[in-house]
């Protein structure tokens, strides 16, 4: 428990299910108050209602006209906004050479002018009030290059170097953070891999097995907590040694590997 997450108003995009849902529930637990911003009505109402004292807010966070209104539902419900979590974000798996314009821009549209816009939204009241934490959800795809997912990678390593640079201007009173997660069993995973493809992703991980959201919902908490107040502009890798090295030394005999 974070005592200085006590009644920080949380604002979560892409709260509904997954890593989003589980950073909500791991904020309710810490007695923040919480508002969740999601594209799915459904998802939302569920999770609303699965937990109470969760505000649900629909918005498309590519659209900056929903954006601003959702900001301003934030500000009539909490009253502003201590913590962005720009969580939102879309995949698809594609050969590049498949890739068309209209798919690239779509997972551009929503992970990285989502981020930009809910971002700018938080931080503008953010400098008024002299404080904030503003923490992007990432991915390892934006440190490294995966096959099939340019577009996603692109866009991931995009919302690094946004943060980063939000941190320069924005600092000393607000801090920014990328987390950069590697294989998080969510629906958005399972959608893209059979469970022989997780099974094969999971004995190439040196943890040998997936991240549960819970776990990424613990790291935002940390983060966004006083306990953590000298970290910004940083990238925060959170993948079972996913990158500690190149996949090829995994791939060689791993008796050898653990001797
Ligand atoms: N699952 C992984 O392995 C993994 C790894 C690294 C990073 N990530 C990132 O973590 C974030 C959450 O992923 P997840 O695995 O929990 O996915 P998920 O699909 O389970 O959840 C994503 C949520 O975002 C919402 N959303 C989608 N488009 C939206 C839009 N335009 N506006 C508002 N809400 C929208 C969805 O309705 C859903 O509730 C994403 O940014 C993803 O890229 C996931």
Redesign the pocket.
């Known amino acids: 428990m974070y005592p200085s997450l006590r009644d920080r108003r949380v604002v979560i995009?892409?709260?509904?299910?997954?890593?989003?849902?589980a950073t909500a529930r791991r904020f309710l637990e810490e007695e923040s108050r919480i508002a969740i911003?999601?594209?799915?009505r459904e998802?939302?109402g569920e999770a609303v209602k699965r937990n109470p004292g969760l505000h649900g807010i629909i918005?498309?966070?590519?659209?900056p006209a929903q954006v601003e209104r959702a900001f301003r539902e934030v500000d009539s419900l909490l009253g502003g906004v201590d913590v962005l979590i720009a969580?939102?974000?879309?995949?698809s798996r594609r050969p590049f050479l498949e890739l068309s314009y209209e798919e690239w821009r779509k997972i551009m549209?929503?992970?990285l002018d989502?981020a930009f816009l809910c971002a700018r939204e938080a931080a503008r009241r953010m400098v008024r009030q002299g404080s904030g934490v503003i923490m992007f959800?990432?991915?390892?795809?934006g440190l490294e290059g995966h096959p099939f997912y340019a577009h996603?990678n692109a866009s991931?390593a995009g919302v690094i170097l946004l943060a980063k640079t939000l941190a320069l201007e924005l600092a000393p009173q607000i801090r920014v953070i990328a987390v950069?997660?590697?294989?998080?069993?969510?629906?958005?995973?399972k959608?893209e891999y059979t469970p022989e493809m997780l099974g094969k992703v999971n004995s190439l991980i040196p943890l040998n097995r997936?991240?549960k959201?819970e776990e990424?919902a613990d790291l935002f908490a940390f983060l966004a907590s006083d306990q953590a107040k000298y970290i910004t502009g940083a990238v925060i890798t959170i993948d079972g040694g996913e990158t500690a090295g190149p996949y090829i030394y995994r791939l060689i005999d791993r008796v050898e590997i653990r001797r």
């Open positions: 995009t892409g709260g509904a299910r997954g890593i989003g849902l911003i999601d594209i799915n998802l939302l918005a498309d966070v590519g659209d969580n939102a974000g879309i995949s549209r929503v992970n989502g959800t990432a991915s390892t795809n996603y991931k950069s997660p590697g294989y998080v069993l969510t629906e958005m995973q959608a997936h991240a959201p990424i």
